[in-house]
């Protein structure tokens, strides 16, 4: 081996130490980077005709482990759909307020559960037949009956505020996934065209990875890299969403990378009660999520987006279908035992001619009461229409009054009398069955609910008022229960796979220190042969001259 080997080999060793500096240097620099993967230097032997040649530069390796890194981009989405859930259903939860049962200090009929403004009415309603002619008792039966129709309107506000709230969040939402869809595509364009050329494409890899792990909490996706670098990204059912215009036989020409506006769009509505997400239907009221001319609603599920789309299309409908089976049962038991204390204001016709009319209808949404068109088929919206009688509001002596044929009767409780054993009884006769006038049944509506008809409460309907009160708030609660012990449960595998992952392929930087020293001492060791065949040389050639 003559010295300009030596030199050569020893001058190979230096550029590879730059090499290693410059990856250890990137890796220290991206310590607290989210989502960044430590990068590993690659350095081989140089061998020529079986002899040592020094060293060769070779693609820097990225420390990553591709199941962990799958697991974790699917727990994001999870933790990520959760917790947009929780927080949307906190809201739902600080209006129902707080049973007896839930709190030591508290009375019952002093919270604002539906049970207890009901519980309000019969109490007032039981004082009543002990003073019928008492002013104060007969005005108290209409202030619990105001409390309870005002609940039942703060429920369904806070049910439309939200599901709003999800409606607008998915259209911000989207913006977004589509920028880190096509940041992928653009990036993957990189990486293609340097892998060809024998480049070094680590760098544009990581960041590509960072670009995946932001949108893994946006929506539940699949990644497979395909063998000359690009990245295929799928949902969670396996429908591809493209993030170049090319995978989807496009030409790359007619879109610029990254895009906020394509591939998905969407349009964003004012929510009503009446209004739902069509699948099957060009002119859904509320518009689904496109892709290429394609409704793909249904196949975006997990993540902020999937999370919303559930609260939007499910969740709150069914709460709120579950608060329009109580009005509507409320206003008919009422009228069934004689006393029409609760009304649906959106109608201009008799409430009970509505009613028997709306539930005759419900098995076919189809054909929505032709009387009343304020309040849309399946009683959708009735909650937010339920008022207190205007006639006992303006006079509530007419609560202890009796007009029969044979004259009125002023003080006559005989009314109150049924309403308490029949309203709010428990008996078969008194939650199923024809009414005592023979309209509509007295059993609360369980099915072919909502504006399309295919809700149901998820409880029977064949219970008390005040049993059917504390179903709702107990149905409700428990899904608001499910959704948070499904968030800490998540929160936690998500923590350890977070663990996980920073031990493959977060930076140490003890590490990376302790290679900084190695290199060093590598560098001198080089530098130091470099400078004795450059003394060599110089001693040579005065030996010459």
């Known amino acids: 081996m003559g010295l300009l080997s030596s030199l050569s080999i020893a001058t190979s060793g230096l550029n590879a130490i730059e090499y290693q500096y410059s990856v250890t240097s990137q890796n220290v620099s991206n310590q607290s980077t989210a989502g960044y993967v430590s990068e590993t230097a690659t350095v081989t032997s140089a061998v020529t005709s079986g002899t040592g040649n020094g060293v060769h530069i070779g693609a820097t390796r990225l420390n990553i482990n591709q199941a962990l890194q799958s697991a974790l981009y699917a727990q994001n989405a999870q933790v990520s759909s959760y917790t947009t859930m929780d927080n949307s259903l906190a809201a739902v939860s600080a209006v129902q307020g707080t049973t007896a049962a839930a709190s030591t200090d508290a009375v019952s009929g002093t919270t604002n559960t539906l049970t207890d403004q009901l519980g309000n009415v019969q109490s007032a309603l039981t004082s009543l037949i002990s003073t019928p002619l008492q002013s104060i008792s007969q005005t108290a039966v209409v202030t619990s009956a105001q409390s309870l129709t005002n609940t039942i309107h703060t429920l369904a506000s806070t049910y439309t505020t939200q599901r709003q709230n999800a409606e607008d969040s998915i259209a911000a939402t989207i913006p977004s996934i589509n920028s880190d869809l096509t940041q992928i595509g653009a990036l993957s364009q990189q990486i293609i065209k340097l892998k060809a050329l024998g480049s070094d494409t680590a760098d544009l890899e990581n960041q590509r990875l960072g670009v995946m792990s932001d949108l893994s909490s946006n929506l539940s996706v699949t990644f497979s890299e395909t063998p000359n670098g690009d990245m295929v990204v799928r949902t969670a059912d396996g429908t ?126 189809a054909n929505p009461p032709s009387t009343v068109p304020a309040t849309p088929p399946g009683i959708v919206g009735l909650s937010s229409a339920v008022s207190v009688n205007t006639t006992y509001v303006s006079t509530p002596s007419l609560l202890s009054t009796n007009t029969a044929s044979g004259g009125t009767t002023i003080g006559d409780t005989t009314v109150i009398q049924n309403v308490l054993s029949q309203t709010f009884g428990t008996s078969a006769q008194y939650v199923t069955g024809p009414t005592s006038s023979g309209g509509s049944d007295l059993e609360a509506p369980t099915d072919n609910l909502g504006s399309t008809g295919n809700i149901s409460i998820g409880y029977s309907g064949n219970q008390g008022l005040l049993q059917l009160a504390t179903a709702l708030t107990s149905d409700q609660g428990a899904t608001i229960a499910a959704n948070s012990n499904s968030l800490a449960a998540s929160t936690s595998v998500q923590t350890v796979l977070q663990a996980k992952v920073a031990d493959v392929s977060g930076v140490n930087v003890n590490n990376e220190l302790a290679k900084v020293v190695a290199l060093q001492n590598a560098y001198t060791a080089n530098a130091k042969i470099v400078s004795t065949v450059q003394t060599m040389f110089t001693a040579l050639l005065n030996a010459i001259n």
């Open 240 to 365: 591809e969403l493209p993030t170049r215009p090319d995978q989807i036989g496009q030409n790359d020409n007619t879109q610029k990378l990254p895009s906020t506006t394509w591939p998905l769009s969407t349009g964003d509505v004012t929510i009503t009660p009446d209004m739902s997400y069509d699948p099957t239907s060009s002119t859904s009221p509320i518009p689904g999520i496109m892709l290429a001319g394609q409704d793909v609603t249904t196949h975006l599920t997990g993540g902020t987006l999937g999370a919303n789309i559930t609260l939007r299309d499910a969740t709150y409908p069914k709460m709120q279908a579950q608060l329009d089976s109580f009005s509507y049962t409320l206003i008919n038991r009422f009228n069934s035992a004689g006393l029409s204390l609760f009304t649906n204001s959106a109608s201009s016709t008799d409430p009970s001619s509505y009613l028997a009319t709306a539930h005759s209808n419900l098995s076919n949404p």
